[in-house]
């Protein structure tokens, strides 16, 4: 059953329309058509088994032989290709929780021109409780119930969620105009580790994401990169700490942060922006829109030396590159 959609939240017209030139800008030349726009920036998609996505929630999508969902946020117009943004809850939220104004305000990017997506986990279409922790709490074997993928042996295996997440943004792309240069992803906790491993595992689809407290070792011992050292494709990675009361159950974030910011650090072709609050282990509200913005601001195919750090919200430190607080 789908859950309730929270109401949304309308940002001030100045800051939409900012962010609407931004999410908007390049997507189409002035003198372009708009079938030669639609040519040059949107991605091809397909889904499976004739599955057509539409507005509002999606059922019965076949992926790695179950049955997914998710739920579609569609901007008013459709008429260029979009950018896209993946909004991935973490354990303790719901998934229209998470992505709704009362804790990331991902929803109210659809106000600036945005397609947002935020994908079910498998633990709430099953109904099951997503915040289990070890073998009797996940109720199928898994140390850690809200993505299947945060609990997996290093392999070069993405894992069930990373290619279910990448099949619904191809399915999506066959339904509404998707621009293949701007799709991004982010969460917190749990959304923030999934988040991570679709960047390492994905980066060629992926532009950019958002990894608010993620892990980057699980228990740590497990590390999260595929097995085999890649070299990432083009692409943008913000990373939150939540300062010195951010941990949750056995992960000290001040540890998985620092080791995510290196590991992106040391990718020739990512831009690494490592940030810094005081707001502990939650997701905070008022960082995610600015974090959206940023990693807009570098869609694939901008060279890594254009990059433009902003000044983040109220009660944030960003730096380019590795934390230095910690």
Same mark, same amino acid.
Request: glycine share 10%; hydrophobic share 35%; proline share 6%.
């Given at each position: 059953?789908?859950?309730?959609?929270?109401?949304?939240?309308?940002?001030?017209?100045?800051?939409?329309?900012?962010?609407?030139?931004?999410?908007?800008?390049?997507?189409?030349?002035?003198?372009?058509?708009?079938?030669?726009?639609?040519?040059?920036?949107?991605?091809?998609?397909?889904?499976?088994?004739?599955?057509?996505?539409?507005?509002?929630?999606?059922?019965?999508?076949?992926?790695?032989?179950?049955?997914?969902?998710?739920?579609?946020?569609?901007?008013?117009?459709?008429?260029?290709?979009?950018?896209?943004?993946? #909004?991935?809850?973490?354990?303790? #939220?719901?998934?229209?929780?998470?992505?709704?104004?009362?804790?990331?305000?991902?929803?109210?990017?659809?106000?600036?021109?945005?397609?947002?997506?935020?994908?079910?986990?498998?633990?709430?279409?099953?109904?099951?409780?997503?915040?289990?922790?070890?073998?009797?709490?996940?109720?199928?074997?898994?140390?850690?119930?809200?993505?299947?993928?945060?609990?997996?042996?290093?392999?070069?295996?993405?894992?069930?969620?990373?290619?279910?997440?990448?099949?619904?943004?191809?399915?999506?792309?066959?339904?509404?105009?998707?621009?293949?240069?701007?799709?991004?992803?982010?969460?917190?906790?749990?959304?923030?580790?999934?988040? &991570?491993?679709?960047?390492?595992?994905?980066?060629?689809?992926?532009?950019?994401?958002?990894?608010?407290?993620?892990?980057?070792?699980?228990?740590?011992?497990?590390?999260?990169?595929?097995?085999?050292?890649? =070299?990432?494709?083009?692409?943008?990675?913000?990373?939150?700490?939540?300062?010195?009361?951010?941990?949750?159950?056995?992960?000290?974030?001040?540890?998985?942060?620092?080791?995510? &910011?290196?590991?992106?650090?040391?990718? #020739?072709?990512?831009?690494?922006?490592?940030?810094?609050?005081?707001?502990?282990?939650?997701?905070?509200?008022?960082?995610?829109?600015?974090?959206?913005?940023?990693?807009?601001?570098?869609?694939?195919? =901008?060279?890594?030396?254009?990059?433009?750090?902003?000044?983040?919200?109220?009660?944030?430190?960003?730096?380019?590159?590795?934390?230095?607080?910690?």
């Amino acid at each position: 059953m789908e859950p309730t959609v929270p109401s949304k939240f309308r940002l001030p017209s100045i800051f939409l329309a900012f962010l609407s030139a931004v999410a908007i800008s390049g997507c189409s030349d002035s003198n372009d058509s708009h079938s030669e726009s639609t040519n040059l920036y949107a991605l091809e998609g397909s889904c499976p088994d004739n599955f057509i996505a539409k507005a509002g929630g999606n059922s019965g999508f076949m992926s790695d032989g179950g049955s997914r969902q998710f739920h579609v946020f569609l901007p008013e117009t459709l008429d260029t290709p979009r950018p896209l943004f993946i #909004a991935l809850t973490g354990t303790m #939220a719901t998934e229209l929780e998470f992505v709704s104004d009362d804790i990331s305000r991902f929803e109210s990017l659809v106000d600036s021109g945005w397609i947002v997506v935020a994908p079910i986990r498998r633990c709430t279409s099953e109904n099951r409780s997503c915040f289990g922790i070890g073998l009797k709490g996940s109720n199928d074997g898994r140390f850690w119930e809200p993505w299947f993928d945060g609990w997996m042996s290093q392999s070069n295996d993405e894992g069930p969620d990373v290619r279910f997440i990448e099949a619904m943004v191809s399915c999506l792309a066959a339904s509404f105009p998707v621009d293949k240069n701007r799709i991004y992803n982010g969460g917190g906790s749990a959304g923030g580790t999934m988040t &991570s491993r679709n960047m390492m595992f994905n980066s060629d689809l992926f532009a950019g994401g958002i990894s608010a407290s993620g892990n980057f070792l699980y228990l740590s011992q497990l590390p999260i990169e595929p097995l085999d050292a890649i =070299t990432m494709d083009p692409s943008i990675v913000v990373i939150l700490w939540g300062g010195p009361e951010d941990k949750f159950g056995t992960s000290d974030y001040s540890v998985e942060t620092k080791l995510s &910011s290196e590991y992106y650090a040391a990718q #020739a072709n990512v831009v690494t922006v490592s940030c810094s609050g005081i707001h502990g282990h939650p997701w905070p509200n008022n960082f995610g829109l600015w974090a959206a913005e940023t990693v807009l601001s570098h869609p694939k195919g =901008t060279p890594v030396a254009d990059f433009v750090l902003t000044t983040p919200p109220k009660g944030f430190s960003c730096v380019r590159g590795v934390y230095t607080d910690h």
